[in-house]
Protein backbone atom coordinates (compact mmCIF):
# COMPACT_ATOMS: atom_id res chain seq x y z
CA UNK A 1 0.00 0.00 0.00
CA UNK A 2 1.18 3.50 -1.00
CA UNK A 3 2.18 6.08 1.50
CA UNK A 4 -0.38 9.10 1.94
CA UNK A 5 0.67 11.95 3.30
CA UNK A 6 -1.68 12.84 6.40
CA UNK A 7 -3.95 15.97 5.40
CA UNK A 8 -2.37 18.37 7.88
CA UNK A 9 0.53 17.78 10.26
CA UNK A 10 -0.03 19.98 12.74
CA UNK A 11 -2.88 18.76 15.34
CA UNK A 12 -3.46 22.52 16.40
CA UNK A 13 -7.29 22.07 16.06
CA UNK A 14 -9.45 22.20 19.88
CA UNK A 15 -11.90 19.75 18.85
CA UNK A 16 -8.98 17.44 17.77
CA UNK A 17 -6.29 18.18 20.45
CA UNK A 18 -9.02 17.83 23.39
CA UNK A 19 -10.26 14.15 22.17
CA UNK A 20 -6.33 13.15 21.62
CA UNK A 21 -6.03 14.21 24.97
CA UNK A 22 -8.73 12.64 26.67
CA UNK A 23 -8.01 9.32 24.98
CA UNK A 24 -6.61 6.48 26.44
CA UNK A 25 -2.96 5.91 25.15
CA UNK A 26 -2.04 4.05 27.99
CA UNK A 27 -0.86 0.93 26.11
CA UNK A 28 1.21 2.31 23.37
CA UNK A 29 2.36 4.68 26.38
CA UNK A 30 3.45 1.84 28.21
CA UNK A 31 5.28 -0.06 25.41
CA UNK A 32 7.58 2.85 24.71
CA UNK A 33 8.08 3.63 28.45
CA UNK A 34 8.92 0.10 28.97
CA UNK A 35 11.23 0.10 25.46
CA UNK A 36 13.33 3.17 27.33
CA UNK A 37 13.70 1.30 30.49
CA UNK A 38 15.00 -1.69 28.22
CA UNK A 39 17.58 1.01 26.49
CA UNK A 40 18.90 2.23 29.72
CA UNK A 41 18.50 -0.46 32.38
CA UNK A 42 20.93 1.27 35.16
CA UNK A 43 18.38 4.48 35.24
CA UNK A 44 17.01 7.24 34.15
CA UNK A 45 18.92 10.11 34.96
CA UNK A 46 20.01 13.63 32.70
CA UNK A 47 18.65 15.71 30.55
CA UNK A 48 15.56 14.12 27.82
CA UNK A 49 14.16 15.52 24.28
CA UNK A 50 11.04 14.62 23.66
CA UNK A 51 9.86 15.68 20.13
CA UNK A 52 6.67 15.76 19.34
CA UNK A 53 4.68 15.39 22.86
CA UNK A 54 1.42 16.08 22.22
CA UNK A 55 -0.34 15.99 25.83
CA UNK A 56 2.30 15.72 27.91
CA UNK A 57 1.48 12.20 29.01
CA UNK A 58 5.28 10.62 28.59
CA UNK A 59 7.02 13.17 30.09
CA UNK A 60 4.71 13.52 33.53
CA UNK A 61 5.49 9.64 33.48
CA UNK A 62 8.85 9.29 33.36
CA UNK A 63 9.34 12.49 35.78
CA UNK A 64 7.18 11.26 38.23
CA UNK A 65 9.06 7.68 38.17
CA UNK A 66 12.61 9.03 37.48
CA UNK A 67 13.87 12.15 40.20
CA UNK A 68 16.97 12.61 37.79
CA UNK A 69 15.63 12.93 35.02
CA UNK A 70 14.99 16.52 33.31
CA UNK A 71 12.82 16.62 29.96
CA UNK A 72 12.48 19.55 27.34
CA UNK A 73 9.23 18.42 25.54
CA UNK A 74 8.58 20.09 21.90
CA UNK A 75 5.67 19.84 20.15
CA UNK A 76 4.49 22.19 17.00
CA UNK A 77 0.96 22.30 18.44
CA UNK A 78 0.12 24.94 20.56
CA UNK A 79 -3.57 23.32 21.50
CA UNK A 80 -1.45 20.36 22.81
CA UNK A 81 0.66 22.19 24.62
CA UNK A 82 -2.26 23.93 26.51
CA UNK A 83 -3.29 20.06 27.49
CA UNK A 84 0.21 19.59 28.82
CA UNK A 85 -0.01 22.57 30.69
CA UNK A 86 -2.84 22.11 32.49
CA UNK A 87 -1.50 18.61 33.35
CA UNK A 88 1.54 20.58 35.03
CA UNK A 89 -0.12 22.85 36.87
CA UNK A 90 -1.62 19.69 38.58
CA UNK A 91 2.17 18.29 39.25
CA UNK A 92 3.44 21.36 40.53
CA UNK A 93 6.71 19.43 41.68
CA UNK A 94 7.42 18.36 38.51
CA UNK A 95 7.28 21.92 36.50
CA UNK A 96 10.76 22.51 37.70
CA UNK A 97 12.01 19.76 36.06
CA UNK A 98 9.92 19.98 32.29
CA UNK A 99 10.76 22.59 29.81
CA UNK A 100 7.41 22.39 27.13
CA UNK A 101 8.33 24.07 24.21
CA UNK A 102 6.40 25.23 20.94
CA UNK A 103 8.81 24.46 17.80
CA UNK A 104 8.48 23.58 14.93
CA UNK A 105 11.03 20.65 13.08
CA UNK A 106 13.60 21.64 12.07
CA UNK A 107 14.06 24.53 15.10
CA UNK A 108 17.80 26.56 15.29
CA UNK A 109 16.31 27.36 18.82
CA UNK A 110 17.36 23.82 20.13
CA UNK A 111 20.23 23.30 22.20
CA UNK A 112 23.21 21.22 20.58
CA UNK A 113 25.06 18.38 21.38
CA UNK A 114 22.77 19.13 25.09
CA UNK A 115 20.99 15.77 25.61
CA UNK A 116 21.81 12.35 27.29
CA UNK A 117 17.89 11.00 25.85
CA UNK A 118 16.69 11.72 22.36
CA UNK A 119 12.40 10.37 22.44
CA UNK A 120 10.09 10.50 20.20
CA UNK A 121 6.55 8.78 19.79
CA UNK A 122 4.87 8.87 16.89
CA UNK A 123 5.72 12.17 15.36
CA UNK A 124 7.28 11.07 12.01
CA UNK A 125 4.52 10.46 10.07
CA UNK A 126 3.01 13.37 11.16
CA UNK A 127 5.95 15.35 9.35
CA UNK A 128 5.90 16.65 5.88
CA UNK A 129 10.16 16.01 5.56
CA UNK A 130 11.42 12.80 7.82
CA UNK A 131 14.72 13.62 7.64
CA UNK A 132 13.84 17.10 10.02
CA UNK A 133 13.31 14.17 12.97
CA UNK A 134 16.72 12.40 11.85
CA UNK A 135 18.97 15.74 11.45
CA UNK A 136 17.10 17.42 14.90
CA UNK A 137 18.73 14.23 17.01
CA UNK A 138 22.13 14.49 15.50
CA UNK A 139 21.65 18.26 16.10
CA UNK A 140 21.02 17.96 19.92
CA UNK A 141 22.52 14.37 21.27
CA UNK A 142 25.45 14.57 23.14
CA UNK A 143 28.42 11.62 22.41
CA UNK A 144 26.89 8.19 22.88
CA UNK A 145 23.20 9.32 23.83
CA UNK A 146 20.36 6.90 24.00
CA UNK A 147 17.59 7.42 21.18
CA UNK A 148 14.22 5.97 21.05
CA UNK A 149 11.82 6.58 18.27
CA UNK A 150 8.93 4.78 17.88
CA UNK A 151 5.68 5.67 15.29
CA UNK A 152 3.05 3.47 13.65
CA UNK A 153 3.93 1.08 11.08
CA UNK A 154 1.64 0.88 7.65
CA UNK A 155 -0.41 -1.72 6.77
CA UNK A 156 0.37 -3.70 3.91
CA UNK A 157 -3.13 -3.29 2.70
CA UNK A 158 -6.58 -0.88 3.15
CA UNK A 159 -7.86 -4.09 4.63
CA UNK A 160 -5.35 -4.09 7.25
CA UNK A 161 -6.13 -0.60 8.21
CA UNK A 162 -9.82 -1.10 8.64
CA UNK A 163 -8.62 -4.18 10.62
CA UNK A 164 -6.61 -1.89 13.24
CA UNK A 165 -9.13 0.84 13.73
CA UNK A 166 -11.54 -1.57 14.43
CA UNK A 167 -9.26 -3.26 16.87
CA UNK A 168 -8.10 -0.39 18.63
CA UNK A 169 -10.36 2.59 17.92
CA UNK A 170 -13.98 1.09 17.82
CA UNK A 171 -15.20 3.08 20.57
CA UNK A 172 -13.45 5.91 20.39
CA UNK A 173 -14.59 9.66 19.18
CA UNK A 174 -15.00 10.01 15.56
CA UNK A 175 -12.32 12.55 15.48
CA UNK A 176 -9.91 9.87 16.38
CA UNK A 177 -10.52 6.94 14.64
CA UNK A 178 -10.45 9.09 10.96
CA UNK A 179 -7.00 10.64 12.50
CA UNK A 180 -6.03 7.22 13.25
CA UNK A 181 -6.63 5.62 10.47
CA UNK A 182 -5.36 8.70 8.38
CA UNK A 183 -2.24 7.83 10.73
CA UNK A 184 -1.31 4.39 9.19
CA UNK A 185 -1.92 5.42 5.85
CA UNK A 186 0.86 8.35 6.83
CA UNK A 187 3.00 6.14 8.41
CA UNK A 188 6.35 4.47 7.43
CA UNK A 189 7.60 0.93 6.68
CA UNK A 190 10.37 -0.60 8.78
CA UNK A 191 12.04 -1.07 5.75
CA UNK A 192 11.34 3.06 4.68
CA UNK A 193 12.70 3.94 7.86
CA UNK A 194 15.75 1.62 7.73
CA UNK A 195 16.37 3.33 4.29
CA UNK A 196 15.91 7.03 6.36
CA UNK A 197 18.85 5.83 9.30
CA UNK A 198 21.02 4.96 6.35
CA UNK A 199 20.92 7.90 4.19
CA UNK A 200 21.39 9.86 7.47
CA UNK A 201 24.37 7.64 8.74
CA UNK A 202 22.53 6.26 11.96
CA UNK A 203 24.96 3.12 11.80
CA UNK A 204 24.24 2.69 15.66
CA UNK A 205 20.57 2.52 15.50
CA UNK A 206 18.17 -0.97 14.62
CA UNK A 207 14.41 -0.52 13.68
CA UNK A 208 12.45 -3.12 14.64
CA UNK A 209 8.59 -4.27 14.82
CA UNK A 210 7.25 -3.81 18.56
CA UNK A 211 4.01 -4.64 18.15
CA UNK A 212 1.44 -5.55 15.76
CA UNK A 213 1.06 -1.85 14.74
CA UNK A 214 4.64 -0.16 15.90
CA UNK A 215 8.13 -0.10 15.00
CA UNK A 216 10.91 1.50 16.96
CA UNK A 217 14.19 2.43 16.28
CA UNK A 218 16.52 2.01 19.25
CA UNK A 219 20.41 3.05 20.15
CA UNK A 220 22.85 4.85 21.31
CA UNK A 221 24.33 7.78 18.92
CA UNK A 222 27.87 9.11 18.60
CA UNK A 223 27.07 12.06 16.63
CA UNK A 224 31.39 12.40 16.28
CA UNK A 225 32.05 8.92 14.62
Known amino acids: MQRTPEPEELMDDAEQAAAYASANFSEANNLFIHLLHQLRPGGLNGRALDLGCGPGDIPLALLR ?50 YDMLLSNSLLHHLAEPHDLWLTLKHCARDNASV ?35 SLHAAYTVEEVQAQLDSQGFAELEVSMVSDRHWAVRGSYNPHH
Open 65 to 114: EHPGLEIDAVDGAEAMLQHARRQVQDNPDLAQRLQLRCELLPSVDLPQAR
Open 148 to 182: LVMDLARPASPLAVDTLVETYAMNEPEVLREDFRN
